[in-house]
């Protein structure tokens, strides 16, 4: 069973920056597809950025310019550098993996931008 263990979120200023981790258990070469997710309070969870095993990334409208997703092979890692934070940026995010035997997430870690 894969896990995944976020990590680094926690309460920022608006316009302030954090980085937040996701620890795989296993080499994260072999998973196809790997995201953040964020759910806000009262609202849907949405992705927010991707890395495909190519290394081609995705974006959500709303973070493009401020957000970077990218992994550490060496390291089983996956980070989204999340800059120029915005109040509506507040949420918890998902780290998720995907394969051919199935969809892994992460339990989850809070982001709170204050403004």
């Known amino acids: 069973q894969v896990q995944l263990v976020e990590s680094g979120g926690g309460l920022v200023q608006a316009g302030g920056s954090l980085r937040l981790s996701c620890a795989a258990s296993r080499n994260i070469f072999r998973f196809n597809f790997m995201g953040w997710y964020r759910q806000a309070p009262g609202k849907q969870r949405e992705l927010v950025a991707a890395i495909s095993s190519g290394g081609s990334t995705n974006y959500a409208n709303s973070v493009k310019g401020r957000f970077a997703i990218s992994t550490d092979n060496a390291k089983n890692s996956l980070t989204l550098q999340m800059n120029s934070l915005k109040p509506e940026d507040t949420g918890v995010y998902y780290c998720?993996?995907?394969?051919?035997?199935?969809?892994?997430w992460g339990q989850g870690t809070q982001v709170t931008v204050s403004s």
């Open positions: 998720n993996s995907k394969d051919s035997n199935g969809d892994y």
